[in-house]
C-alpha cells in the first residue's frame, strides 16, 4: 500500500443555520479503497459527500488530496481552474440522477468523448474508438454511440454516466446512490458491472447509500452515519455483521425483518 493516503478529512462540519448537516468527520482513504457511507434517510450523506467533492464548502474541517505535484493539499485551498481540472480528471462523480451526470443534449459517444478531450485528447478517430470501447464495457451496443442519451432506459442512462467518469481513469470517484432508483434487476446487474470496473481499474471511491446490500458488494469500509455524525466506522463484513453501536444494530436488523 502507498505511504500517503488519497483523501484525508479532518473534522469536517457543515451546518444550514442551526441545522448539523455533518458533524466532526474525519477519516483517510487509501488508494484502492472503496468507503461506503450508510444511514437512514436525513443522516447527512449526501452533504458529507458534496463536502468531500468540493460542491459545498464546509462550515469548518479539512479535505485534503493527494494531487500529483504537491502531495496532500486542501483542496479547498486550490484555485479554480485546479479544482475543475481535478474534478473533469482526477475525480468522478456518478450521481444518483443521472441526467445530472450527463450532457441530455450531446449524443452518447460525445458524452465519454468530452472527458477525454478534457484530459487534451484530440484525434477524432481515436476519441470516437475510446468512447465505442467504453460503451461496450459498460454493456451499451456502440451501435448506439450517436443516439441522444434521451432515448436510453434508466439503467443505459446510468451506465453512460459511468463510462462518461471513467473513461479518464479517475482515481478518485464519487458515487451517491448509484443503483437508487432503478427497478431491483437492473439494480442487481448495474452493481455486478460496478463491482468489476472498481476492481479491474484498482478505483477508490466514496459511495453513499442507504441500500446495505450495495455497501456490502462494494465497500470495503463503512461509516454508518447518523444525525450528522459518524456513530460506526470499521470492515464492511464487521459491521454488518456485528454491529456494536445500537443504531447500526438497528439499521442491520431492519434489513433482516421479513
Ligand atoms: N439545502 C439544505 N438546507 C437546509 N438543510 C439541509 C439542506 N440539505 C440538507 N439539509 C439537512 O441536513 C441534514 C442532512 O441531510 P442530507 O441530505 O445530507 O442527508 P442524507 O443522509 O443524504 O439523506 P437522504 O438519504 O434522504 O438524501 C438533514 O437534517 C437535512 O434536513
Request: net charge negative; glycine share 10%; aromatic share 4%.
Amino acid at each position: 500500500m502507498s505511504q500517503a493516503p488519497l483523501l484525508r478529512v479532518s473534522n469536517l462540519t457543515h451546518m444550514y443555520g442551526n441545522r448539523v448537516g455533518c458533524r466532526d468527520v474525519s477519516f483517510e482513504l487509501w488508494p484502492g479503497e472503496v468507503i461506503g457511507i450508510v444511514g437512514e434517510s436525513g443522516s447527512g450523506k449526501s452533504t458529507l459527500l458534496s463536502c468531500l467533492s468540493t460542491r459545498q464548502q464546509p462550515s469548518a474541517g479539512l479535505v485534503e488530496y493527494d494531487t500529483a505535484d504537491q502531495g496532500l493539499t486542501d483542496v479547498y485551498a486550490l484555485s479554480e481552474p485546479r479544482r475543475r481540472m481535478l474534478m473533469r480528471t482526477d475525480w468522478g462523480i456518478v450521481h444518483q440522477n443521472p441526467r445530472d451526470g450527463l450532457r441530455m443534449g450531446v449524443s452518447a459517444g460525445a458524452n465519454v468523448g468530452e472527458r477525454l478531450m478534457a484530459v487534451g485528447a484530440r484525434h477524432y478517430g481515436r476519441i470516437r474508438e475510446q468512447a465505442g470501447q467504453w460503451l461496450d464495457k459498460v454493456e451499451i451496443d456502440p451501435t448506439r454511440m450517436d443516439d441522444q442519451p434521451a432515448t436510453f432506459s434508466g439503467g443505459m442512462l446510468q451506465r453512460l454516466q459511468i463510462a462518461r467518469n471513467l473513461v479518464t481513469h479517475p482515481r478518485l470517484v464519487f458515487m451517491d446512490e448509484p443503483t437508487g432508483g432503478l427497478d431491483v434487476s437492473v439494480q442487481a446487474r448495474l452493481l455486478d458491472l460496478l463491482r468489476r470496473l472498481v476492481t479491474d481499474l484498482g478505483l477508490s471511491a466514496i459511495v453513499v447509500t442507504h441500500d446495505l446490500a450495495v455497501a456490502r458488494l462494494l465497500a470495503h469500509r463503512l461509516m454508518v452515519m447518523r444525525q450528522g455524525e459518524v456513530v460506526e466506522h470499521g470492515l464492511t463484513d464487521q459491521v454488518l455483521d456485528d454491529p456494536h453501536h445500537p443504531y447500526t444494530q438497528l439499521l442491520v436488523s431492519s434489513v433482516l425483518q421479513p
